[in-house]
């Protein structure tokens, strides 16, 4: 019973991953013509490293931003589409309606499962190990796996303002239930930027949003949307 559960869900974990490249690989517009400093400034540095010695204390839900805050994200929420995969897109365009609410990138650790620990194994193709792993997954981005602790972190993104962090992708989402650690890497001021037209920014994150709804990527705010530009 347990080897057939065990094919079942490879079988799944591994069309989540064919899912998720081949939807990574046909995007409906070139990347190649959106400059290397913007896809930076939205999607974090390609380049970065885990520090679990850097981790916020607490990420909190966004109604216990001060007023302005807490208003601003609400009327946010009313305008702008948050989706399921869409992290860096969701944190970035609040940051570009609202400039006094930084961006913050970064990886978020989660707990696995006996049976996830060895889906990815088997992925990696690794038995056993120890300290860090760090793996390029097609479709995911930069993944850090410490199998011993039984964790594994992914790129993200939040936001953040007057030091309090708060994350719409995850607090909007009923179906993410794990309890998740986050280690920021970059934060993200527009507001001290030299960038004063965001237009380039926004043009490239609606086309990145465009791309995630024509995939048919969840619409986690769909009950509070009154009106979007």
């Known amino acids: 019973m347990k080897n057939k559960q065990n094919k079942r869900n490879t079988k799944k974990f591994r069309k989540n991953l064919e899912k998720r490249k081949s939807t990574t690989t046909n995007q409906g517009f070139n990347w190649s013509k959106v400059p290397t400093p913007l896809i930076r400034l939205i999607f974090g540095e390609k380049e970065v490293g885990l520090n679990r010695n850097h981790k916020v204390r607490f990420v909190t839900n966004y109604n216990t931003l001060p007023n302005q805050g807490m208003e601003l994200v609400q009327e946010y929420l009313q305008t702008n589409k948050v989706f399921t995969s869409g992290c860096h897109t969701n944190s970035m365009m609040l940051s570009c309606k609202s400039p006094i609410i ?32 760090k793996s390029e997954v097609q479709g995911y981005g930069t993944y850090f796996f410490d199998f011993r602790r039984k964790m594994k972190y992914f790129r993200h993104s939040w936001n953040e303002m007057d030091g309090i962090h708060f994350d719409l992708t995850k607090s909007l989402n009923s179906e993410v239930t794990d309890w998740w650690n986050y280690y920021p890497t970059e934060k993200i001021n527009l507001s001290n930027s030299k960038l004063k037209n965001f237009k380039n920014i926004t043009k490239v994150v609606k086309m ?5 709804e024509s995939e048919g990527e969840r619409i986690l705010n769909i009950h509070q949307l009154k009106m979007v530009s």
Do not use: A, P, Y
Request: glycine share 10%.
């Open 102 to 133: 930084n961006t913050i990138h970064g990886f978020v650790g989660v707990k696995m499962n006996t049976d996830e620990i060895f889906l990815w194994k088997k992925h990696l193709g690794i038995q056993t190990v120890s300290g860090l792993v």
């Open 208 to 212: 990145f949003k465009h791309q995630l």
